[in-house]
């Protein structure tokens, strides 16, 4: 029985092994031989230069800007994300018209994020929207694409725009729990936020678990809402201040000057790393026994 079972498997398995090793692990690994070379892309000479391109990307101020602010994204933003997401379970779960609402903060998600970056980078432009309103209000314009605000803009355009999708999935998970339970704590005299965290937390733990570690994913592969807020209307391209390494990685490539693929696949390989560690740190600290109802 168990010989018959093997050779039915693996028809079906086959086929599946193929296409992940086909396309993902053979560009994964053409990924990692590209990031030891000195390569500008088809048609020119690959060159061997072992650990150079990141020892370079080491010393490169660039780079380390870069990647400084993707690791705030991922941090501030997460826990932005998810102080924001928490707020919104403990105020929605009783309040009448709940379902419209979340439907109203799920809705940045449905957009293009292109569209949303593109749309903020025009509000707080120095002539845009939100400028001409302080001025109407007798307050001094601020330079939020400027130098010392723009990445504190972004932060908070890509908090907006994601917050919803993780209300909608941990919302989910709330709306399976029984809704004698809060009766019983309500009766005992407990408030809203003790409900919350006695209650609803542990119930819907597994799912923030799976929402913390998509969040780490998502968040350090930032890339579009960045290109679109910064350079919105203008042929520029974005601010040091505001660059993510997945940003520098696209003007490694197709920047002015040689592309170079060889450093551009050193930075993809850093982030493939730096992903594995946050992602196996955050399933450490998330992980704790499963709450079950009785």
Request: glycine share 10%; proline share 5%; charged share 10%.
């Amino acid at each position: 029985m168990g010989a018959n079972i093997r050779r039915a498997f693996w028809p079906f398995l086959l086929p599946a092994l193929l296409a992940y090793t086909v396309l993902f692990v053979g560009p994964s690994l053409f990924g990692l031989w590209v990031s030891l070379t000195r390569w500008a892309g088809p048609g020119s000479d690959m060159s061997w230069r072992g650990l150079g391109n990141y020892l370079a990307l080491l010393r490169d101020d660039v780079f380390r800007q870069a990647f400084v602010n993707t690791f705030v994204l991922a941090v501030v933003g997460g826990g932005l994300v998810f102080a924001f997401t928490f707020l919104s379970m403990v105020v929605l779960r009783q309040l009448k018209g709940r379902a419209f609402i979340r439907s109203v903060i799920f809705l940045p998600m449905i957009i293009s994020v292109i569209a949303v970056g593109a749309a903020i980078g025009f509000l707080l432009n120095p002539g845009g929207a939100v400028n001409t309103v302080l001025g109407w209000i007798g307050l001094d314009p601020q330079p939020w694409l400027g130098p010392d605000l723009v990445f504190r803009c972004i932060v908070g355009g890509l908090v907006w725009s994601s917050t919803g999708f993780y209300v909608a999935l941990m919302m989910s998970a709330a709306d399976g729990i029984p809704a004698y339970i809060y009766e019983d704590a309500r009766l005992i005299g407990a408030t809203r936020w003790e409900q919350f965290r006695h209650i609803t937390l542990p119930l819907t733990w597994d799912v923030f678990a799976v929402s913390a570690v998509l969040w780490v994913v998502n968040s350090l592969k930032i890339f579009e809402i960045v290109l679109a807020f910064t350079t919105a209307g203008t042929p520029a391209s974005p601010p040091l201040q505001a660059r993510t390494v997945a940003v520098q990685q696209y003007y490694s490539i197709s920047g002015s000057g040689v592309p170079d693929l060889g450093r551009a696949a050193a930075m993809g390989v850093v982030v493939l790393l730096v992903t594995a560690v946050l992602v196996a740190l955050t399933r450490r600290i998330t992980r704790r026994e499963r709450v079950e109802l009785a």
